[in-house]
Nanobody, 129 residues
Framework: QVQVVESGGGLVQPGGSLTLSCRAS????????VGWFRQAPGKERVGASC????????YYEDSVEGRFTISGDNDKKTVLLQMNGLKPEDTGVYYC??????????????????????WGKGTLVNVSS
């Protein structure tokens, strides 16, 4: 049975840090590109960062570049998103999505065009003082 489960969200003050975790099971993780996508209240879901599990290639959306770090562990079937210097505009539900052998930039920039094979249910990040 395929499962994608996010964890690590919560309430944090501006300037703070959080680490999100995406744990997968039920599919051959090493053949997939995995991304973190976020949806702010009233807005569409957009890609924040994506990683190719096999070759380690990464992509970051401009607004998170230098503040967020994505990493993948094939043995643990886990993708982490370390978020530092959080801002109120980072608030939203963060979803983990996976797609079979896909260019990471394309996956992050045009997730609806490619279509995910698997989605998690999301974890809420609230950046507020």
């Amino acid at each position: 049975q395929v499962q994608v489960v996010e964890s690590g969200g919560g309430l944090v003050q501006p300037g703070g840090s959080l680490t999100l975790s995406c744990r997968a099971s039920g599919f051959t993780f090493s053949f997939y590109s995995v991304g973190w996508f976020r949806q702010a209240p009233g807005k569409e879901r957009v890609g924040a960062s994506c990683i190719d599990i096999k070759n380690g290639g990464t992509y970051y959306e401009d607004s998170v570049e230098g503040r967020f770090t994505i990493s993948g562990d094939n043995d643990k079937k886990t993708v982490l998103l370390q978020m530092n210097g959080l801002k109120p505009e980072d608030t939203g539900v963060y979803y983990c999505g996976a797609r079979y052998i896909t260019d990471v930039q394309g996956l992050c920039v045009r997730p609806d065009y490619y279509g995910m094979d698997y989605w998690g249910k999301g974890t809420l990040v609230n950046v507020s003082s």
